[in-house]
Protein backbone atom coordinates (compact mmCIF):
# COMPACT_ATOMS: atom_id res chain seq x y z
CA UNK A 1 0.00 0.00 0.00
CA UNK A 2 2.61 2.46 1.02
CA UNK A 3 4.50 1.70 -2.72
CA UNK A 4 0.93 2.18 -4.13
CA UNK A 5 0.87 5.41 -2.65
CA UNK A 6 4.23 6.79 -3.71
CA UNK A 7 2.90 5.99 -6.95
CA UNK A 8 0.10 7.99 -7.09
CA UNK A 9 2.46 10.79 -6.12
CA UNK A 10 4.84 10.05 -9.23
CA UNK A 11 1.82 9.69 -11.48
CA UNK A 12 0.52 13.43 -9.93
CA UNK A 13 3.54 14.82 -11.64
CA UNK A 14 3.48 12.72 -14.86
CA UNK A 15 0.07 14.52 -15.21
CA UNK A 16 0.88 17.13 -18.42
CA UNK A 17 -2.46 18.97 -16.79
CA UNK A 18 -0.69 20.00 -13.82
CA UNK A 19 2.29 21.58 -15.11
CA UNK A 20 -0.50 23.33 -18.27
CA UNK A 21 -2.16 24.99 -15.53
CA UNK A 22 0.62 26.41 -13.19
CA UNK A 23 2.51 28.03 -16.82
CA UNK A 24 -1.24 29.39 -17.57
CA UNK A 25 -1.68 30.58 -14.13
CA UNK A 26 2.48 32.39 -13.95
CA UNK A 27 1.56 33.70 -17.56
CA UNK A 28 -1.46 35.82 -16.17
CA UNK A 29 -0.22 36.75 -13.09
CA UNK A 30 2.70 38.14 -14.98
CA UNK A 31 0.02 40.08 -16.83
CA UNK A 32 -1.96 41.45 -14.25
CA UNK A 33 1.04 43.22 -12.71
CA UNK A 34 2.27 44.36 -15.84
CA UNK A 35 -1.41 46.26 -16.12
CA UNK A 36 -1.52 47.37 -12.47
CA UNK A 37 1.94 48.71 -12.14
CA UNK A 38 0.88 50.81 -15.89
CA UNK A 39 -2.44 51.67 -14.31
CA UNK A 40 -1.40 52.76 -10.37
CA UNK A 41 2.06 53.06 -10.96
CA UNK A 42 2.60 50.19 -8.18
CA UNK A 43 2.40 46.24 -7.80
CA UNK A 44 -1.01 46.05 -5.85
CA UNK A 45 -0.91 42.09 -5.35
CA UNK A 46 1.98 39.73 -5.56
CA UNK A 47 2.83 37.12 -7.98
CA UNK A 48 0.21 34.17 -7.93
CA UNK A 49 -2.06 36.23 -5.69
CA UNK A 50 -4.79 34.88 -7.92
CA UNK A 51 -4.00 31.31 -5.94
CA UNK A 52 -5.77 30.11 -2.57
CA UNK A 53 -5.39 28.08 -0.76
CA UNK A 54 -6.82 27.11 2.82
CA UNK A 55 -7.43 24.37 5.63
CA UNK A 56 -11.01 23.68 4.72
CA UNK A 57 -10.27 22.87 0.90
CA UNK A 58 -7.45 20.61 2.10
CA UNK A 59 -10.40 18.69 4.00
CA UNK A 60 -12.37 18.81 1.42
CA UNK A 61 -9.94 16.84 -1.03
CA UNK A 62 -10.06 14.33 1.52
CA UNK A 63 -13.59 13.95 1.47
CA UNK A 64 -14.11 13.95 -2.21
CA UNK A 65 -11.18 11.40 -2.21
CA UNK A 66 -13.20 8.93 0.10
CA UNK A 67 -16.61 9.48 -2.03
CA UNK A 68 -13.99 8.67 -5.45
CA UNK A 69 -12.42 5.68 -3.83
CA UNK A 70 -15.16 4.37 -2.30
CA UNK A 71 -17.49 4.71 -5.64
CA UNK A 72 -14.49 3.27 -7.39
CA UNK A 73 -13.72 6.10 -10.03
CA UNK A 74 -10.69 5.52 -12.01
CA UNK A 75 -8.88 7.55 -14.31
CA UNK A 76 -6.84 6.13 -17.08
CA UNK A 77 -3.39 7.65 -18.71
CA UNK A 78 -5.33 7.90 -22.01
CA UNK A 79 -8.04 10.24 -20.46
CA UNK A 80 -5.68 12.32 -18.43
CA UNK A 81 -4.29 13.34 -21.70
CA UNK A 82 -7.70 14.03 -23.12
CA UNK A 83 -7.74 16.58 -20.21
CA UNK A 84 -4.49 18.08 -20.99
CA UNK A 85 -5.72 18.70 -24.24
CA UNK A 86 -8.58 20.15 -23.56
CA UNK A 87 -6.92 22.55 -20.77
CA UNK A 88 -4.46 23.25 -23.48
CA UNK A 89 -6.82 24.71 -25.94
CA UNK A 90 -9.02 26.67 -23.26
CA UNK A 91 -5.69 28.99 -22.39
CA UNK A 92 -6.85 30.35 -26.02
CA UNK A 93 -9.38 32.16 -24.08
CA UNK A 94 -6.83 34.24 -22.25
CA UNK A 95 -8.28 34.03 -18.98
CA UNK A 96 -9.63 31.79 -16.43
CA UNK A 97 -13.19 32.79 -17.69
CA UNK A 98 -13.79 29.80 -18.95
CA UNK A 99 -11.13 27.63 -17.65
CA UNK A 100 -13.46 25.48 -14.84
CA UNK A 101 -12.30 22.68 -14.75
CA UNK A 102 -16.16 21.74 -15.29
CA UNK A 103 -15.64 22.58 -18.47
CA UNK A 104 -12.58 20.56 -19.16
CA UNK A 105 -13.92 17.78 -17.73
CA UNK A 106 -17.12 18.43 -20.04
CA UNK A 107 -14.77 19.00 -23.11
CA UNK A 108 -12.73 15.79 -22.63
CA UNK A 109 -15.25 13.43 -22.20
CA UNK A 110 -17.33 14.35 -24.69
CA UNK A 111 -13.91 13.95 -26.81
CA UNK A 112 -13.74 10.92 -25.68
CA UNK A 113 -16.93 9.40 -26.60
CA UNK A 114 -16.31 10.87 -30.17
CA UNK A 115 -12.83 9.28 -30.36
CA UNK A 116 -14.01 5.90 -29.15
CA UNK A 117 -17.02 6.03 -31.50
CA UNK A 118 -15.09 7.14 -34.61
CA UNK A 119 -11.82 5.34 -34.53
CA UNK A 120 -9.62 2.57 -32.95
CA UNK A 121 -8.28 4.82 -29.93
CA UNK A 122 -9.84 2.96 -26.52
CA UNK A 123 -10.36 5.73 -23.51
CA UNK A 124 -11.24 3.51 -20.51
CA UNK A 125 -13.74 5.83 -18.98
CA UNK A 126 -16.78 5.93 -17.00
CA UNK A 127 -19.36 8.64 -17.72
CA UNK A 128 -20.80 8.18 -14.51
CA UNK A 129 -17.51 8.39 -12.64
CA UNK A 130 -16.64 11.68 -14.19
CA UNK A 131 -20.13 12.96 -13.24
CA UNK A 132 -19.46 12.08 -9.87
CA UNK A 133 -15.79 13.86 -10.23
CA UNK A 134 -17.43 16.97 -11.48
CA UNK A 135 -20.49 17.65 -9.36
CA UNK A 136 -17.84 17.30 -6.42
CA UNK A 137 -15.71 20.15 -8.01
CA UNK A 138 -19.03 22.09 -8.68
CA UNK A 139 -19.96 21.56 -4.93
CA UNK A 140 -16.27 23.05 -4.13
CA UNK A 141 -16.24 25.51 -6.51
CA UNK A 142 -19.57 26.98 -4.43
CA UNK A 143 -17.86 26.89 -1.46
CA UNK A 144 -14.75 28.72 -2.92
CA UNK A 145 -17.19 31.35 -4.09
CA UNK A 146 -18.28 32.20 -0.68
CA UNK A 147 -14.80 32.59 0.62
CA UNK A 148 -14.53 35.42 -1.72
CA UNK A 149 -13.38 38.88 0.06
CA UNK A 150 -12.81 42.11 -1.40
CA UNK A 151 -9.09 41.89 -1.07
CA UNK A 152 -9.55 39.16 -3.70
CA UNK A 153 -10.46 41.23 -6.58
CA UNK A 154 -7.78 43.17 -8.90
CA UNK A 155 -8.91 46.82 -9.52
CA UNK A 156 -8.81 48.12 -12.94
CA UNK A 157 -9.52 51.66 -14.00
CA UNK A 158 -10.86 52.09 -17.21
CA UNK A 159 -12.71 54.80 -19.14
CA UNK A 160 -16.86 55.21 -19.09
CA UNK A 161 -18.52 55.77 -22.85
CA UNK A 162 -18.79 59.80 -21.55
CA UNK A 163 -14.45 59.57 -21.26
CA UNK A 164 -14.62 60.08 -17.16
CA UNK A 165 -12.57 57.61 -15.50
CA UNK A 166 -14.69 54.81 -13.56
CA UNK A 167 -13.68 51.98 -11.92
CA UNK A 168 -14.62 47.64 -11.86
CA UNK A 169 -12.34 44.63 -10.29
CA UNK A 170 -11.27 41.47 -12.35
CA UNK A 171 -12.23 39.04 -9.97
CA UNK A 172 -9.73 36.09 -10.93
CA UNK A 173 -9.12 32.76 -8.20
CA UNK A 174 -7.99 29.34 -8.12
CA UNK A 175 -8.05 26.95 -5.62
CA UNK A 176 -6.26 23.79 -5.86
CA UNK A 177 -8.47 20.51 -5.22
CA UNK A 178 -6.00 17.61 -5.47
CA UNK A 179 -7.66 14.10 -4.85
CA UNK A 180 -6.95 10.65 -4.66
CA UNK A 181 -8.94 8.24 -7.39
CA UNK A 182 -8.28 4.96 -8.35
CA UNK A 183 -6.09 3.78 -11.65
CA UNK A 184 -6.95 1.35 -13.68
CA UNK A 185 -3.87 -1.19 -13.06
CA UNK A 186 -1.78 -1.88 -10.38
CA UNK A 187 -0.76 -3.95 -7.94
CA UNK A 188 -3.57 -3.66 -5.27
CA UNK A 189 -5.66 -6.09 -5.09
CA UNK A 190 -9.98 -5.68 -5.17
CA UNK A 191 -10.90 -6.21 -1.51
CA UNK A 192 -14.48 -5.15 -2.11
CA UNK A 193 -16.55 -4.68 -4.97
CA UNK A 194 -15.99 -0.75 -6.33
CA UNK A 195 -19.55 0.16 -7.95
CA UNK A 196 -17.75 1.68 -11.50
CA UNK A 197 -15.05 -0.38 -11.60
CA UNK A 198 -13.55 -2.51 -14.10
CA UNK A 199 -10.45 -3.70 -13.64
CA UNK A 200 -8.62 -7.21 -14.81
CA UNK A 201 -7.76 -7.99 -11.42
CA UNK A 202 -5.63 -4.83 -9.64
CA UNK A 203 -5.89 -1.55 -9.64
CA UNK A 204 -3.81 1.56 -8.62
CA UNK A 205 -3.90 4.63 -7.16
CA UNK A 206 -3.77 8.28 -8.95
CA UNK A 207 -3.54 12.35 -7.25
CA UNK A 208 -5.46 14.20 -9.94
CA UNK A 209 -5.00 17.90 -10.04
CA UNK A 210 -8.33 19.04 -9.70
CA UNK A 211 -9.07 22.88 -9.50
CA UNK A 212 -11.72 25.46 -8.66
CA UNK A 213 -11.36 28.64 -11.03
CA UNK A 214 -14.19 31.76 -11.57
CA UNK A 215 -13.18 35.09 -13.24
CA UNK A 216 -15.58 37.90 -13.74
CA UNK A 217 -15.23 41.95 -13.80
CA UNK A 218 -17.38 43.70 -11.27
CA UNK A 219 -19.23 46.26 -12.04
CA UNK A 220 -22.37 47.27 -10.55
CA UNK A 221 -21.95 45.65 -7.16
CA UNK A 222 -19.27 44.53 -4.80
CA UNK A 223 -17.46 40.84 -5.84
CA UNK A 224 -18.53 39.63 -2.93
CA UNK A 225 -22.26 40.39 -3.11
CA UNK A 226 -21.88 38.64 -6.89
CA UNK A 227 -19.93 35.86 -5.44
CA UNK A 228 -22.63 34.85 -3.16
CA UNK A 229 -25.02 34.36 -5.61
CA UNK A 230 -23.29 32.35 -8.03
CA UNK A 231 -22.02 30.16 -4.76
CA UNK A 232 -26.13 29.41 -4.15
CA UNK A 233 -26.45 28.93 -8.23
CA UNK A 234 -23.22 26.37 -8.65
CA UNK A 235 -24.41 24.40 -5.09
CA UNK A 236 -27.94 24.11 -6.57
CA UNK A 237 -26.65 22.70 -10.05
CA UNK A 238 -24.36 20.61 -8.26
CA UNK A 239 -26.71 18.92 -6.03
CA UNK A 240 -29.20 18.40 -9.08
CA UNK A 241 -26.24 16.77 -11.22
CA UNK A 242 -25.71 14.38 -8.38
CA UNK A 243 -28.86 13.07 -8.37
CA UNK A 244 -29.09 12.79 -12.14
CA UNK A 245 -26.03 10.76 -11.24
CA UNK A 246 -26.98 8.34 -8.90
CA UNK A 247 -30.18 7.64 -11.43
CA UNK A 248 -27.80 7.13 -14.05
CA UNK A 249 -26.40 3.97 -12.17
CA UNK A 250 -29.32 2.09 -13.18
CA UNK A 251 -30.24 4.56 -16.15
CA UNK A 252 -26.89 5.17 -17.70
CA UNK A 253 -27.82 8.08 -20.11
CA UNK A 254 -28.66 10.24 -17.00
CA UNK A 255 -24.90 10.87 -16.67
CA UNK A 256 -24.44 12.50 -19.64
CA UNK A 257 -27.44 14.80 -18.47
CA UNK A 258 -25.95 15.25 -15.39
CA UNK A 259 -22.63 16.36 -16.86
CA UNK A 260 -24.67 18.66 -19.39
CA UNK A 261 -26.51 20.43 -16.14
CA UNK A 262 -23.33 21.10 -14.69
CA UNK A 263 -21.87 22.52 -17.88
CA UNK A 264 -24.89 24.79 -19.26
CA UNK A 265 -25.62 25.23 -16.16
CA UNK A 266 -22.25 26.99 -15.08
CA UNK A 267 -22.26 28.85 -18.58
CA UNK A 268 -25.93 30.54 -17.91
CA UNK A 269 -25.27 31.63 -13.88
CA UNK A 270 -21.44 33.81 -15.20
CA UNK A 271 -23.52 35.33 -18.31
CA UNK A 272 -25.89 36.65 -15.70
CA UNK A 273 -22.62 38.85 -14.17
CA UNK A 274 -22.80 42.45 -15.35
CA UNK A 275 -26.02 42.66 -16.72
CA UNK A 276 -26.50 46.37 -15.44
CA UNK A 277 -24.19 49.12 -16.94
CA UNK A 278 -24.13 51.07 -13.85
CA UNK A 279 -20.83 51.20 -12.02
CA UNK A 280 -20.31 50.94 -8.34
CA UNK A 281 -17.25 52.27 -9.06
CA UNK A 282 -17.92 55.46 -10.31
CA UNK A 283 -16.43 59.05 -9.15
CA UNK A 284 -17.92 61.16 -6.19
CA UNK A 285 -18.66 64.69 -6.60
CA UNK A 286 -18.38 65.41 -2.74
CA UNK A 287 -15.04 63.06 -1.41
CA UNK A 288 -13.08 60.59 -3.11
CA UNK A 289 -14.09 56.96 -4.53
CA UNK A 290 -11.98 54.58 -3.28
CA UNK A 291 -11.05 51.57 -5.66
CA UNK A 292 -9.04 49.29 -4.19
CA UNK A 293 -6.68 49.05 -1.00
CA UNK A 294 -3.12 47.66 -1.17
CA UNK A 295 -2.92 44.56 1.18
CA UNK A 296 -0.87 45.31 3.96
CA UNK A 297 -1.13 49.31 3.84
CA UNK A 298 -1.60 51.94 6.71
CA UNK A 299 -5.39 52.17 4.70
CA UNK A 300 -5.93 48.63 4.83
CA UNK A 301 -5.25 48.57 8.75
CA UNK A 302 -7.29 51.49 9.37
CA UNK A 303 -10.09 49.49 7.95
CA UNK A 304 -10.66 51.43 4.58
CA UNK A 305 -12.81 49.46 2.10
CA UNK A 306 -12.87 49.75 -1.52
CA UNK A 307 -16.25 51.30 -2.70
CA UNK A 308 -16.38 53.75 0.13
CA UNK A 309 -15.77 57.44 0.09
CA UNK A 310 -13.07 59.42 1.91
CA UNK A 311 -14.99 62.26 2.83
CA UNK A 312 -13.27 64.18 5.08
CA UNK A 313 -9.62 64.40 6.56
CA UNK A 314 -9.26 66.21 9.68
CA UNK A 315 -12.42 67.45 9.21
CA UNK A 316 -11.82 69.63 6.00
CA UNK A 317 -13.00 68.08 2.68
CA UNK A 318 -11.34 66.91 0.35
CA UNK A 319 -12.32 66.74 -3.62
CA UNK A 320 -8.88 65.66 -5.49
CA UNK A 321 -5.92 63.44 -3.88
CA UNK A 322 -4.01 66.55 -3.91
CA UNK A 323 -6.38 68.36 -1.23
CA UNK A 324 -6.33 64.87 0.73
CA UNK A 325 -2.39 64.92 1.25
CA UNK A 326 -2.10 68.72 1.54
CA UNK A 327 -4.63 67.80 4.71
CA UNK A 328 -2.06 64.96 5.65
CA UNK A 329 0.66 67.29 5.18
CA UNK A 330 -0.80 69.54 7.76
CA UNK A 331 -2.45 67.65 10.47
CA UNK A 332 -1.18 66.98 14.15
CA UNK A 333 0.04 63.54 14.93
CA UNK A 334 -3.08 61.77 14.58
CA UNK A 335 -4.83 61.93 11.55
CA UNK A 336 -8.93 61.56 11.54
CA UNK A 337 -11.00 60.88 8.25
CA UNK A 338 -14.24 60.17 7.75
CA UNK A 339 -15.88 57.90 5.44
CA UNK A 340 -18.66 57.48 3.68
CA UNK A 341 -19.71 53.46 3.89
CA UNK A 342 -21.77 51.13 1.08
CA UNK A 343 -25.01 52.53 2.85
CA UNK A 344 -24.11 56.39 2.58
CA UNK A 345 -23.15 56.46 6.29
CA UNK A 346 -20.67 58.74 7.87
CA UNK A 347 -18.05 57.06 9.98
CA UNK A 348 -15.10 57.43 11.38
CA UNK A 349 -11.46 56.19 11.20
CA UNK A 350 -8.11 57.06 12.01
CA UNK A 351 -4.73 56.80 13.28
CA UNK A 352 -1.07 58.37 14.11
CA UNK A 353 0.61 58.87 10.48
CA UNK A 354 4.83 59.33 10.39
CA UNK A 355 6.42 61.05 7.42
CA UNK A 356 6.84 57.91 5.60
CA UNK A 357 3.53 57.29 5.28
CA UNK A 358 2.68 60.43 3.56
CA UNK A 359 2.58 59.18 -0.04
CA UNK A 360 2.20 55.52 1.09
CA UNK A 361 -1.56 55.37 2.33
CA UNK A 362 -2.46 52.14 0.32
CA UNK A 363 -5.62 54.19 -1.06
CA UNK A 364 -5.85 53.64 -5.13
CA UNK A 365 -9.13 55.75 -5.84
CA UNK A 366 -11.15 55.96 -9.05
CA UNK A 367 -10.51 59.08 -10.30
CA UNK A 368 -6.26 59.39 -11.54
CA UNK A 369 -4.03 60.98 -9.44
CA UNK A 370 -2.73 62.88 -12.68
CA UNK A 371 -4.10 66.06 -10.84
CA UNK A 372 -1.80 65.66 -7.71
CA UNK A 373 1.20 64.70 -9.90
CA UNK A 374 1.20 67.85 -11.96
CA UNK A 375 0.69 69.44 -8.60
CA UNK A 376 4.02 68.24 -7.37
CA UNK A 377 5.91 68.91 -10.79
CA UNK A 378 4.41 72.47 -10.39
Avoid at 46 to 56: N, S
Avoid at 205 to 217: A, G, K, M, N
Wanted: glycine letters at 8%.
Amino acid sequence: MIVELWMAVARLFMQPLLYIVIAFSLVLTGMRIKKERKMFGVRIHPVLAEWTQTKASILYSLLLSVVLLFLGVSVSPAFSYILAGAALLLTFTGGFRWYSFIYIGGIAMGASVVLERFTTWNVPVSITGIAVLLAGVGLFEARHLKQLSMNDSFPERVKSPRGKDVGQHLVRRLQWLPVITLFPTGNLPEVFIFPLLETNGGYGLIILPLFSVYEWTARAELPSVTARKLAVGMRNFSILALLLTAVSYWMPPFAAAAIAVLVVGRILLFLTVNRKQSSLFHDSAEGLRVLAIVPGSPAANIGIKAGEIIYKVNGRQVNSEKEMYEQLHFRGAFTKLEIKDHQGEIRYAGRALYESDHHKLGLIFVRSNQEWEEGIGG
